[in-house]
């Protein structure tokens, strides 16, 4: 069965502060990659995405992701957190084939300032 | 900001009764979605749409039923409501099936 598993489900940083979220996915063939985030409130947007090319991919607001096909991994990094970073983090994989999206549970990320 | 909006945002309503909410969209999109946010959970796809009457189920659709009359809007409606079915309710919509863009959603709670 196709899934998406996140590691985390809570994690709390400081400031400035490294991060690594880990999203690993099970499907059975090509995907396309994405994160997504959803600010306190808000609706989930597009933070990147992985389709093709270059396993690491870099989105807005200094995040970056990498796909690691061996490991069916796309995890989500950013080497400095800001108080403004709070927010759940969602990671979702598509068939290439197709057209629905799965999700996974998400990481809700807390930053202290 | 795509142009999505999703009505009501807020609903109160009582085990039993029919609710159906809207999802409009301005930016002509073929591919039409309806998921519900629940802790723990991520998001649960309900019903997609893939074209002007044309929709299929998604892993959570029981007790759930759709229909798109017109590229612009998807409904989605609950015959029965029940009280599992409090969740917040997100729209989304996707051109060649791509990356998503979604509604600023609709909190239901089912008393």
């Known amino acids: 069965a196709q899934s998406v598993s996140q590691h985390n489900h809570h994690v709390i940083l400081s400031e400035a502060a490294s991060l690594e979220l880990g999203c690993n996915y099970s499907?059975?063939?090509?995907?396309?990659l994405f994160w997504y985030v959803q600010y306190p409130g808000q609706h989930l947007q597009l933070l990147l995405k992985?389709?093709?090319?270059?396993?690491l991919v870099k989105g807005i607001k200094g995040f970056e992701a990498e796909f690691i096909k061996s490991k069916f991994s796309f995890n989500l990094r950013k080497p400095s957190v800001q108080w403004s970073d709070t927010a759940e983090y969602f990671c979702?994989?598509?068939?290439?084939?197709?057209?629905?999206?799965?999700f996974g549970a998400g990481t809700r990320l807390f930053v202290k300032a | 900001d795509a142009g999505i909006t999703q009505s009501p945002r807020h609903k109160v309503t009582e085990t039993g009764t029919p609710v159906t909410l809207r999802c409009h969209q301005t930016?002509?999109?073929?591919?039409m979605y309806w998921y519900r946010q629940d802790p723990g959970h991520g998001l649960r796809l309900i019903h997609y749409?893939?074209?002007?009457?044309?929709?299929d189920k998604g892993e959570v659709s029981d007790g759930y039923s759709v229909s798109r009359s017109k590229t612009e809007d998807f409904l989605l409606t609950l015959e029965s409501a029940t009280s599992s079915q409090t969740s917040v309710y997100f729209c989304?919509?996707?051109?060649?099936?791509?990356?998503?863009?979604f509604g600023p959603g609709t909190r239901l709670t089912v008393t």
């Open positions: 992985y389709f093709s090319g270059d396993p």
């Open positions: 930016e002509n999109h073929r591919y």
């Open positions: 979702a994989v598509k068939g290439t084939g197709g057209f629905k999206t799965i």
């Open positions: 499907y059975g063939g090509t995907v396309n």
């Open positions: 749409s893939y074209g002007v009457k044309d929709t």
């Open positions: 989304a919509i996707s051109e060649g099936g791509y990356e998503q863009y």
